[in-house]
């Protein structure tokens, strides 16, 4: 591999990192994803995105900067905007969780429906890019014959290049790309009206496009090609070396879980679970996944639940997997949590949803409520994966959970399979340089640290799981 600056582009920040060409990461940043209010709600900045991507490279040692040879960009899967051939914005840069297209969707027949999973893999939600696209397209300013529907790191690398193109696995998040065919749907577009050559060729990721001299030159940049990786969680896959029959466990603000499988599965029983099929980065694999929407964000929500600071949380979290382990949790006192504190995961996938506590008595503590959460997490994290009806011999967990013992070692116990998590940071921007080099880095590069299940926990917390099943899907069942 040659030394690479990678741009990871998440809901929350921006992850700017350069690895040598070893693989190994020579300089990493965080950013916030800034964002905007159009009026409706909040869009990319993608001014100020772009001056975070030009103010990291300014900063680097002119050395190193010189010696970068390739810029791979990931992103979030479901945002967008349109572009034109003189790649102005003729729309808002959507962010992936943005509903502004949802009305377009609610007339569409339950048979419709069956044919848009049959045929993208993908059930029906506002949160795929079709809908924004037909949105955009109605409340465009100015001409829109001449633009492309582009995902924000996809836009990012045209800005860098001139060129507009788009990556396998982003293109199968728009819920428009037929997986079989590799490419858009017409039948699928028709529904909401759209035109499928609004959507751009495909372009692998190995395959760059090389950066414009001027801006190169600018940047203070030698020639250099820019790669679109793709989705920011099947780019985790190659960064964790993701096999079949292995679970990746993405973690960030969300959650995502992803598998890998040798055909897409489009059936009726597998659009029931609305977990989404998709093609992998390398554009021959297939995925198939599911967000959980609270993820990271849960540890901000359970300091604002308790109004601790971040290092008396941690340090609640540290007492509760103490005495986890030392078996002095009683199930029978912990609080059962339903942690959908930012909306509900497959099946039900309702962005309103909100979580729930109950069994809080006068004399419950806070240790029990920090682990009455995460084993909600662990949980609710268990029911999702039994809708993919597939086999499973080991967990690889990457982002914040991988640095968090308590959540690690209960999702082990719960499932009874081992979990492996990354023992180093930015596996998704390593992802990234492999991808743009075609090439692979082992799990072991990761320095994986193994959590093993424990079958007398596993037996206390599936007899716990038996106990409170009538409540949890009564809470589960709350009106939103």
Not at 48 to 74: C, K, N, S, Y
């Amino acid at each position: 591999m040659t030394p690479t600056i990678t741009v990871d582009i998440g809901t929350t920040s921006i992850k700017l990192c350069v690895f040598d060409g070893d693989g190994a990461l020579v300089v990493s940043r965080r950013v916030a994803t800034p964002t905007v209010g159009d009026g409706i709600g909040e869009v990319y900045d993608v001014a100020a995105l772009l001056d975070a991507v030009r103010d990291f490279v300014a900063d680097l040692e002119p050395p190193l900067r010189r010696a970068v040879q390739r810029i791979a960009l990931a992103g979030v899967g479901e945002s967008g905007g349109l572009v034109g051939a003189d790649l102005s914005l003729r729309s808002p840069m959507i962010l992936w969780h943005d509903q502004r297209g949802a009305a377009l969707l609610r007339d569409l027949t339950p048979a419709q429906r069956e044919r848009v999973y049959a045929v993208t893999g993908l059930p029906v939600n506002a949160n795929y890019a079709l809908s924004k696209v037909a949105w955009a397209l109605a409340h465009a300013e100015g001409d829109t014959a001449d633009a492309l529907w582009l995902n924000v790191s996809e836009f990012v690398a045209a800005l860098l290049t001139g060129r507009r193109w788009s990556e396998p696995s982003l293109a199968s998040r728009t819920m428009a790309l037929d997986l079989r065919e590799r490419r858009p749907s017409r039948e699928v577009c028709a529904l909401l009206g759209v035109d499928p050559a609004i959507f751009p060729p495909l372009r692998p990721a190995a395959l760059g496009v090389a950066m414009d001299p001027a801006i190169a030159h600018t940047w203070g940049l030698d020639e250099v090609t820019v790669h679109v990786a793709g989705h920011d969680h099947m780019v985790g896959g190659v960064g964790a070396d993701l096999q079949p029959g292995e679970m990746l466990d993405s973690t960030g603000t969300t959650e995502g879980i992803l598998t890998l499988v040798r055909e897409p599965r489009t059936d009726a029983a597998t659009a029931a679970t609305k977990i989404a099929g998709g093609l992998a980065c390398d554009g021959e694999s297939f995925t198939l996944f599911a967000s959980i929407p609270t993820g990271g964000s849960a540890f901000a929500t359970v300091r604002t639940l308790l109004d601790r600071d971040e290092a008396e949380v941690r340090a609640l979290i540290d007492r509760a997997h103490r005495a986890y382990l030392d078996g002095k949790i009683d199930l029978g006192r912990v609080p059962l949590v339903l942690p959908r504190f930012r909306g509900s995961p497959p099946p039900d996938k309702d962005a309103n949803a909100r979580g729930a506590i109950a069994g809080v008595g006068t004399d419950t503590t806070a240790v029990e409520l920090v682990f009455g959460c995460f084993l909600g997490l662990a949980r609710q994290f268990a029911d999702v994966w039994t809708l993919f009806s597939a086999d499973l011999d080991r967990v690889k967990v990457i982002g914040p959970a991988a640095s968090n013992p308590l959540w690690l070692q209960l999702k082990a116990d719960l499932l009874g399979a081992p979990v492996s998590a990354a023992g180093v940071d930015e596996i998704v921007s390593r992802g990234a340089q492999a991808l743009a080099h075609g090439a692979r880095r082992p799990w072991e590069d990761a320095l994986p640290r193994e959590i093993a299940p424990d079958p007398r926990r596993h037996r206390m917390l599936q007899d716990g799981v038996a106990a409170t099943a009538a409540r949890w899907e009564h809470l589960k069942a709350m009106p939103a």
